[in-house]
C-alpha cells in the first residue's frame, strides 16, 4: 500500500514560482515510478514531469521542461515540483501518483496510487 498526501497549490500571477510537495508513505514503492500530473478544464489528463524513486528515467512533458524540475527527498519520503515562469496555461489540477514503471518511462507507467489533487491557478 502507498499513500500520497499533496500539497502547496494556489493562486500565483504570472511568472510567478510554485513548489508543491507530495508525502509518499507505505511499503514496496522503492521500485515505483512517481509522477505529477495535471488536468485543466475541459482537457485530458496530461503527464508533467516524472521520476523513479531511485532517481533514473527523468522526464518532463515538453510543455514545462525549461520551467518545472521533478525532485525526490529519499529521506523524507517526499516528492516535489518546482514550477518557475508560471503562464495562465498551467492552470490545472495537479496529482502526484506512484505506480509501475513501464518501458515507455515515467510518462508511460501505469499509476495505481494518486494523491488528492491540488489546485494551481495562474492569472494574468
Known amino acids: 500500500q502507498v499513500q500520497l498526501v499533496e500539497s502547496g497549490g494556489g493562486l500565483v500571477q504570472t511568472g510567478g514560482s510554485l513548489r508543491l510537495s507530495c508525502a509518499v508513505s507505505?511499503?514496496?514503492?522503492?521500485?515505483?515510478?512517481m509522477g505529477w500530473l495535471r488536468q485543466a478544464p475541459g482537457k485530458e489528463r496530461e503527464f508533467v514531469a516524472g521520476?523513479?524513486?531511485?532517481?533514473?528515467?527523468?522526464d518532463y512533458a515538453d510543455s514545462v521542461k525549461d520551467r518545472i524540475t521533478i525532485s525526490i527527498d529519499i529521506t523524507k519520503n517526499m516528492l516535489y515540483l518546482q514550477m518557475n515562469r508560471l503562464k495562465p496555461e498551467d492552470t490545472a489540477v495537479y496529482y502526484c501518483a506512484a505506480g509501475l514503471l513501464t518501458t515507455w518511462g515515467t510518462r508511460g507507467s501505469i499509476y495505481k496510487y494518486w494523491g488528492q489533487g491540488t489546485q494551481v491557478t495562474v492569472s494574468s
Open positions: 521520476v523513479t524513486w531511485s532517481g533514473t528515467n527523468l
Open positions: 507505505g511499503r514496496s514503492f522503492g521500485s515505483f515510478a
